[in-house]
């Protein structure tokens, strides 16, 4: 086994906020950071703050005065510093990250950066629910949008090309690295490069690598998005988004429409968010290694194409193992030929639980292309496991059990 796939080693270490305990590993940040100060008799966690208002007679020009919790809540401060140093920002305390109520509500408020007319790249495999978006916008006249393979430099830098020649700009170059659901890799820094050559602002959907394994902003990407439901929370009891930036004016803009769109999280969301990142560390190794693990072996079956970064047999394997520092994530992806095929291994499994969303503690798996708003290049019969934190023997048993019994079923024997 590759290194990558054994051991989850942090490539670089976030200075912590807190200057008196400086070089924290990550493993520590998660759980040091975002505490009460150590006095005598403090809480060892931060109390939740339930409220809607502040007391207070203060004039909006007055910095830092809560005034009303649509705009800011105390119990959102810790974590989105904590966020913030994870992301690698230079300054957490000056950009500490802005939780939104959903990833999508993240992902709007970025878009709404781009100016009415304007034009946004994405990939081709990107989340689902951006993809519907855009079309919704580009519907209502408000941008329009190019779709890329985000692996093929030559065709971003072609489509970017056309737009200068025809005299429009580009706004946005969004960007996934793992894609949802293809696991396409891409050249971060060669892409962040070309979108700021052709004057484009570039977002990085990061929720696949979590910030323990890519850090796009150090890579020069200019906002970093996060669905916070997925693996930063990673116990599928909630729905919260993220947006993290390195530059206090942008940072300015996307609070300012968290504000008036109304998208902020509950403060118990939050609290239960931080809750999942204390042990972000431990269940991001233990569910790589068993995906790396399946991987193997679903692969050594020998019938059905396996898709996994952490597969020699990965076109992006190589770019994976650079970009992607400390392991390959704990998604995969295995076409079994036929929606009825992949259905009746769906129906047979007993231990994971055949649901949408990914980056929980228990291991999930669908057919993708069961929504009709997948693009038609997502295999039929691929299924998408998003594997947990339970024992990988357990995990395979289930697997293979099900494989077998759907193939019996239909005759293959396999
Ligand atoms: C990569 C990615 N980004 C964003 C989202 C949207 O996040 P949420 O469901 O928290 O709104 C998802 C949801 O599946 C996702 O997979």
Redesign the pocket.
Known sequence: MADHDTAFTPASTPASADTSTPQLRVESLLVAAARPAPEENAPVNDPVHFTSTFHGTATDAVPGQRVYARMSNPTFDGPERLLAELEQVRDAEATPALFFG??????TAVLHLVPVGGHVVVPRH??Q??GSLLDQLAEAGQLSVTRVDLRDLDEVREVLDQRRNAGGTVDLLWL?SP??PMLEVADLPALVALAHEYGALCAV?N??ATPLLQQPLRLGADVV??????YLAGHSDL???AVVVDDVELRARLAGHRTLFGAIPSAMDVYLALRGMRTLALRLERAMDSAAELARRLEARGSDPVRYPGLASHEGHALAAATLQGGFGAVLTVDLGSAARADAVVHGLRLWTPA????GVESLVERRRRFSSEPSTVPEGMLRLSVGIEHAEDLWADLDQALRAADAQSGAGR
């Open positions: 959903s990833g999508m509500a993240a992902i990107a989340y629910g951006l996934e894609t949802n959907d929720t696949f998005v996060h669905s916070v439901t997925k729905i919260m988004g949408t969303s990914l980056g």
